[in-house]
């Protein structure tokens, strides 16, 4: 009985691994210009100054690679909320970690600092994101109800994104508007392993603050009394799983701009493969936004002829009307 | 021994006092019942002995040390507590719900020993839910729901069983079964405080009865002692008769209070 389980949790992370593996392939493939399988291959593994290693190494390496990440931060970010917040509809955006870190990122493009360091967008995006969820705290109290979180979040995220319209409506030149605009509908074109090398440290951070709490989420789908009863530290908790939110989603939106509702979608498709077991949600969430991420960024390149299709935003045209189908299975009382 | 220690516990919320200087203690093999009106802050105290409430004054002794010295898990591992409808938001299954029961006993990494497996289905077993183990634990009835928290509950292995009227939504049957349960668990290891509406049942499970009103103890000894007419009078505001047959106490409730006073006052014009 308890084996039957553990074998279906293993076909489960092997079946999502694989996925993620195939389409991380596939994304090594996908661009303007068409490269064999021996082409990206002798690029991988003996790179030199040809355009195909170019392309592969420093085009569609790091984007697939950051892909990978932002998508899996944004599953597990999303997974973390919903079982902490004892809500499906909750998201990264919603605590405000994600229009903080946009907004961060707005600013240092609106004074023009990003020509002056590469580090300046991703530390200004980290940066928002913990000054919303530090908002978020002396707003919502420290034993904060999942209501007075959801509250704080909203108003925290409508005050960040009004900052970031006026940065946008201030902005000196029509170019610095355009390039803030742009920047929040996500992307992850023209990005390099630098990128990558300033992000994944904090990701990383974020992702073993939330996964370290996957028990105490499990047990919290008890009550919080329930929970305490049984040894859980609920304000350590949630003061350790929202900081690593903010941690891993500032550095990915910092990176990406914003990419919504990954953190919507992915633990709701999972959740029943799991038993619905906010704990076990998590690692799978992870594999999952990963793999969605990727997905979608290879749709991105092939739908777009000429001009680019943000990412963001396509993530968004499918997020938004599952959000809605999610408002009302939640209605009819079947979540 | 003395397992749970409390001393003139005071809690306030805004300017009520819900708790007003409240000293216990349970004793090992002890099955106390806590009986009161609403409000009379049954749950209020069995959440502040649980360790979920800090009193504003006084002091709690959980096997001779002060409740907030032990860490989480230790006091988790000698004192289980029952809330009141407990329910899930997800649909669990029962079986991996009760299994949340044995947290206490692993570490944020670890996974389930054969010793957890093993007290999972004898929890399910003991509590009559074994044949529910595969079902949504949001999706059987609340009576079955009962039954799986106490599973939930008594997985835990801790000693001293903190329960808020575990039995309100249940049938004639396992209403009997779950207060044979607790008693059980008080003879053999441990000892249990049981908030209860049902008096003759209090009266004939109980070694002790505490009487709670307006956040003090009003009466509290033995249920003979302490299930009489005029406390009953006092404290509920029902006008009953206790009868004993076979050695056994029945509390018969009759009307409440007012109509006993509106009924003498129609007698004397």
Redesign the interface.
């Known amino acids: 009985m ?1 084996r039957k389980t553990h074998q279906k949790t293993f076909t489960l992370y092997t079946g999502l691994a694989l996925l993620v593996g195939l389409l991380f392939i596939t994304s090594m493939f996908i661009g303007p210009s068409t490269l064999s399988i021996n082409a990206v291959w002798a690029a991988l593994v003996a790179p030199d100054q040809s355009p195909s290693a170019i392309i592969v190494n420093q085009i569609r390496l790091p984007r697939t690679i950051l892909a990978a990440l932002v998508g899996a931060t944004l599953g597990l970010a999303g997974a973390t909320l919903q079982g902490l917040l ?1 809500n499906p509809l909750a998201e990264p955006g919603i605590i405000g970690a994600s229009s903080g870190a946009a907004l961060g990122a707005s600013l240092v493009l609106y004074f023009g600092l990003a020509e002056i360091s590469i580090l300046a967008l991703p530390i200004a995006g980290m940066i928002g994101a913990l000054i919303a969820v530090a908002m978020l705290f002396l707003l919502a109290g420290r034993n904060a109800s999942p209501l007075a979180l959801i509250l704080s979040g909203v108003a925290i995220s409508s005050f960040a994104s009004a900052l970031t319209a006026l940065a946008i409506n201030l902005a000196s030149s029509a170019y610095a508007a355009l390039e803030i605009t742009f920047w929040l509908m996500g992307s992850l074109t023209d990005r390099s392993m630098t990128h990558v090398a300033l992000a994944a440290p904090a990701m990383g951070v974020g992702w073993v603050l939330m996964l ?1 709490g996957a ?1 105490s989420l ?2 919290l ?3 919080e ?2 929970a ?6 609920l304000n350590t908790l949630r003061v350790r799983l929202v900081l690593g939110i903010a941690i891993a989603v500032g550095a990915a939106v910092s990176i990406s701009g914003a990419i919504g509702f990954v953190g919507l979608i992915v633990p709701h498709i999972l ?1 029943p493969f799991v ?4 704990g076990r949600l998590l690692g799978v969430s992870l594999l999952g936004g990963s793999a969605l991420v990727i997905a979608a960024d290879i749709a991105v390149r092939l739908l777009s002829t000429g001009i680019e299709i943000r990412l963001g935003v396509v993530t968004s045209l499918i997020g938004a009307p599952f959000f809605l189908f999610l408002l009302l299975k939640l209605r009819r009382g079947t979540i | 021994m003395r397992h749970l220690v409390a001393n003139n516990l005071y809690v306030r919320l805004g300017d009520r006092t819900l708790l007003n200087g409240i000293s216990l203690d349970l004793k090992s093999g002890e099955l106390v019942g806590l009986l009161g009106p609403n409000a009379s802050g049954k749950t209020t105290l069995l959440r502040t002995l649980s360790n979920l409430i800090m009193p504003d004054r006084g002091t709690i002794l959980l096997d001779e040390k002060s409740i907030t010295k032990h860490t989480p898990h230790e006091r988790a591992r000698r004192l289980a507590y029952l809330e009141q409808g407990a329910t899930t938001e997800w649909p669990i299954s029962v079986e991996r719900l009760v299994g949340l029961g044995r947290a206490p006993h692993m570490g944020v990494w670890g996974r389930p020993t054969a010793e957890d497996k093993a007290a999972v289905i004898h929890a399910m077993e003991r509590c009559n839910v074994a044949h529910l183990s595969k079902r949504a634990a949001n999706a059987i009835s609340s009576g079955e729901r009962a039954r799986v928290m106490l599973a939930r509950a008594l997985v835990t292995g801790a000693s001293i069983l903190l329960a808020d009227e575990p039995i309100s939504n249940l049938d004639p049957y396992h209403q009997l079964r779950v207060m044979e349960l607790i008693r059980k668990h008080a003879d053999d290891c441990g000892a249990a405080i049981t908030a209860l509406h049902d008096l003759t049942l209090a009266a004939r499970f109980c070694d002790r009865i505490i009487l709670l009103l307006n956040g003090k103890i009003a009466a509290s000894g033995a249920p003979k002692q302490i299930l009489t007419a005029k406390n009953l009078a006092r404290v509920f505001s029902i006008d009953a008769s206790v009868l004993e047959q076979g050695g056994e106490l029945h509390v018969l409730q009759h009307t409440t209070i007012e109509k006993v006073k509106a009924r003498l006052g129609n007698g004397t014009p």
């Open positions: 308890i004892r370290s028990r499990s047990i789908s008890l009550g009394d329930t305490s009863s049984l040894g859980v530290s959740r038993g619905f077991e906010p």
